[in-house]
């Protein structure tokens, strides 16, 4: 996520510089961090969307895929566990209103220079503790950062490649130094990293898997695992931070539980049963026909829609360009034909999705229509780079073509086949042949058993073009594993986008990161335009800027075919046992369930009922 910095409210004692750091006049300190934002909440005592006469106690419990065995997630080992986040607080944290703010957390104050940021100083609060009592002090904030740079998963590195070096200017004092003579979007991604006790480390290997408690100076404490199955998490009545603006009124619940299921049908049956409390359903199909269960009927169980103002999950087919036949455009546009949204939709989404049309879809940063003056300006640079087809895809109108959603596909299809027949494919006995004669199978690699009938429906119009195609399903470790070594042809996958686009972007789609293990550039883009224009992205000067040259990246990333983008929604779907209660005001970019609370007669009245049923 990216995170920009704007002058906002100056604390007049430190005036325009900060003695006894050797820093520059321009530097300015701040009580927040707001890049092409203002901070609205710099001065108020609580979060608008906050109930700070919440009741503290009760549960909530939620489903998890596959298993876990790690509890450091930074070390990109093993199977991360759900909740982690809970046990260890960062130097900052997130408006849930605000594109791009943050507000104090373990740090109170934060000195840069809007106009040339080359460092940033963190200030900490002296009132920071881990949850043993022991201060959290800048040593702790430098060791977390250097053993992320030197030990963490590649992904983690490559988030802070700018990061030059940490060092510690008092007790309380911190200061990060960059490569570049000015990164505006750093002081936000180091803000948002959790930081560890550097002494207790000591005696622990950070490289090694490991289900051994961490201590952090969150909210809550780690109360029960069962290995792989579940893990519990008690509120910390100690925590340091409960007083504080950001956290007013947040973290109610006395119990956070995670229960693991493998398939997601099954972790279902389990919400219906009481197993958990909170779910959220991700199938049209259960929402429109499954509840009607007699937990509902008996309002118990209550169904919910949250909509949100950021961009949709972005849900996709990706391809593994990295290997034949794949690293052709033209066999995967011709496979893009093949993809009958129409059809799925209808007869097996309850119509409840619509197409997807960008990877910022639902938000000012999807490119829509042809590309307007300011997107061309940003693009001319770059066109005579970009394979021929790939250049057409950027300067039209781009979208998926449409079916008449009778299943049968027709015209796109003979589309793809014309495709597929100029790029100099053949057909053999009624199988698609590459150029040297060699017959096309494609895998697809899936571990939700959610995937089969999407995936099913767009192999049987693969092989109407001749191509072999089958799924290999494997349990969630094994596809974890695979992913992460790229060892896989075509998969389905979800990525996440930020209304404020940065170096993540070069996790996702970067050339560096495409045969980096671990890393998140699963279609393995290597094209140079698209890392230039990210560099763009992350060296944008102002959000209309920034907007622009996210469309310019969304047109190309597009034009690619690197993946095909499937399906999404607007809103997301939600049920839970009828004790949960959240505040009159909703934040606009998220949910914020740690804001909501547990009504202690609603969960007797729950209880009762499932002891009874």
């Not at 710099?42 to 065995?69: E, L, V």
């Not at 011709?334 to 938000?363: M, V």
């Amino acid at each position: 996520m990216r995170l920009s910095i704007a002058v906002g409210f100056i604390l007049p004692a430190l005036g325009v510089c900060v003695m006894g750091f050797n820093v520059q006049a321009a530097v300015q300190t701040t009580a927040y961090i707001a890049l092409h934002n203002s901070a609205q909440y710099a001065n108020a005592q609580a979060m608008p969307y906050a109930n700070i006469h919440a009741p503290k106690g009760g549960y909530i419990s939620m489903a998890s895929n596959g298993t876990f065995d790690n509890l450091n997630s930074m070390n990109g080992k093993g199977s991360a566990t759900d909740g982690v986040n809970y046990l260890f607080d960062t130097l900052m944290d997130s408006s849930l209103d605000e594109p791009g703010v943050l507000y104090p957390l373990l740090a109170e104050r934060v000195s840069y220079d809007p106009q040339r940021t080359k460092f940033v100083i963190f200030h900490l609060n002296p009132k920071a503790r881990f949850s043993n009592g022991t201060p959290v002090t800048a040593e702790d904030v430098k060791f977390s950062f250097d053993t992320i740079q030197s030990k963490a998963n590649l992904g983690f590195q490559m988030y802070l490649s700018d990061l030059a070096k940490t060092e510690v200017l008092s007790k309380h004092a911190v200061k990060m130094s960059f490569k570049s003579n000015h990164n505006a979007d750093m002081p936000l991604i180091l803000a948002k990293i959790a930081i560890y006790s550097k002494a207790d480390w000591k005696n622990k290997d950070y490289s090694k898997v490991t289900l051994q408690p961490i201590l952090g100076s969150g909210p809550y404490l780690i109360e029960h695992i069962d290995a792989g199955r579940s893990i519990t998490y008690k509120r910390n009545p100690n925590y340091w931070g409960k007083d504080l603006a950001i956290n007013r009124g947040r973290y109610n619940f006395n119990q956070i539980k995670y229960v693991y299921y493998r398939n997601p049908d099954i972790a279902f049956e389990g919400f219906k049963s009481g197993q958990y409390t909170f779910h959220q359903e991700k199938k049209a199909r259960n929402w429109v026909t499954a509840y009607h269960f007699p937990a509902v009927k008996a309002a118990m169980v209550k169904q919910y829609i949250s909509k949100v103002q950021t961009p949709a999950l972005t849900q996709s087919l990706v391809f593994n360009t990295r290997k034949a036949p794949f690293n052709d455009i033209y066999f995967r546009q011709a496979l893009s034909y093949a993809y009958d949204f129409e059809w799925i939709n209808k007869a097996l989404l309850y119509g409840q999705n619509i197409r997807l049309q960008s990877h910022f879809q639902n938000s000012e940063l999807a490119a829509t229509g042809k590309p307007n003056s300011q997107e061309l300006q940003i693009l001319k640079p770059y066109l005579t780079q970009l394979n021929a087809l790939q250049r057409q895809g950027v300067l039209a109108d781009w979208k998926y073509p449409v079916s008449d959603a009778s299943g049968f596909n027709r015209q796109n299809l003979l589309t793809a086949r014309t495709i597929l027949l100029k790029a100099g494919y053949r057909f053999r006995n009624a199988k698609l042949v590459d150029r040297q004669g060699n017959v096309i199978r494609i895998e697809f690699l899936i571990h939700q058993e959610s995937d089969l009938k999407t995936v099913l429906a767009y192999i049987r119009n693969l092989k109407k073009l001749g191509i072999e195609a089958n799924i290999r399903q494997v349990d969630y470790p094994q596809y974890t594993e695979r992913m992460r070594r790229s060892d896989f042809q075509m998969t389905p996958m979800e990525m996440p986008q930020s209304l404020t686009p940065s170096v993540e972007q070069l996790q996702m789609w970067g050339s560096k990161a495409a045969n980096e293990v671990g890393n998140y550039n699963y279609s393995g883009i290597q094209n140079p335009v698209v890392d230039q224009l990210i560099q763009q992205v992350i060296q944008a000067p102002n959000r209309q800027q920034l907007v622009f040259r996210s469309q310019a990246l969304d047109r190309v990333l597009r034009a690619g075919y690197y993946q095909i983008l499937t399906y999404g929604n607007d809103k997301n779907w939600y049920a839970y046992w009828n004790m949960y209660r959240q505040p009159a005001v909703k934040p606009k970019l998220s949910l914020g369930l740690e804001y909501w609370w547990s009504d202690p007669i609603q969960q007797s009245k729950v209880a009762h009922y499932l002891k009874n049923r």
